[in-house]
């Protein structure tokens, strides 16, 4: 699910590090909307902004950015975890196409080091369930907002997962030890 950079100190690249790659590619540089999910890093709005391209987000999964590529003819598209689309080649990701293609914009962009863009710092945490409670209503309504009052320039992502009985926290700031804390606090409080 990671790509290893080609550099010396061996970063850990991922879906969203390939997206920006590839959309420097000559076949996708004139792209202005992409797609990713609730868990794209929020440092490639900074990144896409200055290329004018859009980032259109989705529900967590490849149907729901192949469902969006789709209903809006856009091309490119993919989740953190790796899983890329290229809707002029397939509707699907395809890992070996998805890594060539990388690599031919690296090489046409003279990116080896696949250098992208400022990632911000990013806290994931799965807590087990036994219930699924709706986290729009109360108390885990407020007690998620009382968290995001917190951030200094960040978001949270709270969800289920849809194959495991899991509650999923995402808290992403623009420093590390605030969306950390913010984190822990979080999950403290839904499990209490």
């Not at 997206?19 to 996708?28: C, D, G, T, V």
């Not at 259109?56 to 993919?78: F, M, P």
């Not at 046409?108 to 729009?136: A, G, R, S, W």
Request: net charge positive.
């Amino acid at each position: 699910d990671r790509v290893i950079a080609a550099n010396k100190n061996s970063i850990l690249k991922d879906g969203d590090d390939l997206l920006a790659i590839l959309l420097s590619h000559p076949s996708y540089q004139n792209e202005t909307h992409i797609v990713g999910t609730v868990m794209t890093n929020h440092g490639i709005n900074k990144y896409l902004e200055t290329k004018n391209v859009k980032l259109e987000r989705t529900k967590v999964g490849d149907k729901y950015v192949c469902s969006a590529l789709k209903k809006n003819n856009w091309v490119l598209g993919g989740e953190t975890s790796g899983h890329i689309i290229i809707r002029t080649y397939l509707n699907t990701g395809d890992g070996i196409f998805i890594a060539l293609k990388t690599i031919e914009a690296m090489v046409l962009t003279n990116n080896i080091k696949m250098e992208t863009f400022e990632k911000y710092p990013q806290i994931l945490l799965n807590i087990p369930v036994t219930q699924k409670h709706p986290l729009d209503q109360e108390p885990y309504k407020s007690i998620i907002k009382n968290q995001e009052k917190k951030l200094e320039n960040g978001r949270i992502v709270t969800r289920y997962s849809g194959t495991e009985n899991l509650l999923r926290i995402m808290v992403e700031d623009c420093q590390n030890h605030s969306a950390n804390n913010i984190a822990q606090e979080l999950a403290q409080s839904l499990q209490n």
